[in-house]
């Protein structure tokens, strides 16, 4: 009988605790957003010495939700930002209207990081390769040069330039902010960051490619009629630019290059169809 009741006990225990192990309630990890106003935000972050990490989208964004389901659930991208001050905008609020005009933001979703003097370094392009994200922040926390610096780099010290330079300037969006070009740059100049990536050892192709993209969009900007903020189709068709057919070929050929240069063929390709 004493036999029969501990080995009741017994069995009730062991229910009991793997009832609790069942309904544990596992613990998500998120990322910690900044609760307070974006000039808080940048109080902290010089107070903490911490780059700043800000987010400007919207719920009916399709690139903002994707960005939202894929990038901000990645482990190791929310454990980079622990080193950050991040800061979420909805850009349907006032508050984030008014941010916007201040750091001449363009569209969604933008990204943008602050040093913690509340320099901007760099602007991450939306629709690259999802995988990206995590390296690109990775290359921002140790960066302490704007993109505005490096592009004055490429023009006076191109033979200066790291590696990793010219992959924050090959990541840099270029779409959503002209501030870091001189404004009498040519479209040769991303040609130039081109070969640079090229000449790397080992060569960066994945840098090589994006700037080509760039460089050809630029081509396309310079001969296009300019009206407001949209350009006008061309009244005759754009100069072929020599070998860009085969350079396409090449990056089209390639899955790698391919998914580096997504957001250039996703939103770019019609642009490209002269060449």
């Known amino acids: ?92 609020t006032e508050a984030a209207q008014l941010n916007g005009e201040k750091f001449g933001v363009k569209g969604y979703p933008t990204m943008i990081i602050f040093n913690s003097k509340h320099d901007e370094i760099t602007r991450i392009p939306g629709g690259i390769d999802i995988s990206r994200y995590n390296d690109i922040l990775a290359l921002s926390l140790n960066s302490i040069t704007p993109t505005k610096m490096l592009v004055q780099k490429v023009i006076s010290q191109p033979e200066k330039l790291s590696g990793n330079e010219l992959k924050q300037l090959a990541y840099y969006s270029w779409g959503q902010d002209s501030g870091a070009l001189p404004e009498d740059y040519k479209p040769a100049l991303f040609l130039t960051m081109s070969e640079l990536a090229s000449k790397q050892e080992p060569a960066d192709e994945i840098s090589s490619a994006r700037f080509y993209m760039q460089y050809l969009y630029e081509v396309y900007k310079a001969a296009s009629k300019k009206e407001g903020n949209k350009y006008k189709e061309r009244d005759e068709p754009t100069e072929i630019v020599s070998g860009a057919y085969k350079l396409i070929e090449t990056i089209l050929a390639s899955e790698e290059l391919t998914l580096a240069c997504w957001d250039s063929i996703a939103y770019s390709a019609s642009d490209f169809c002269p060449f």
């Not at 939700?65 to 905008?89: C, D, G, M, N, W």
Request: with cysteine.
């Open 1 to 92: 009988m004493k036999n029969i009741l501990t080995l009741t006990l017994l069995t009730i225990l062991l229910s009991t605790t793997l009832f609790s192990c069942s309904t544990k309630t596992e613990i998500i990890p998120h990322i910690n957003w900044f609760e307070g106003s974006v000039e808080e935000a940048f109080a902290v972050a010089e107070k903490n010495n911490k780059p700043l990490f800000l987010y400007w989208g919207a719920v009916w964004c399709p690139p903002c939700q994707e960005i939202k389901h894929t990038v901000f659930k990645s482990r190791r991208f929310i454990a980079q930002t622990e080193s950050f001050i991040p800061v979420y905008l909805d850009g349907d």
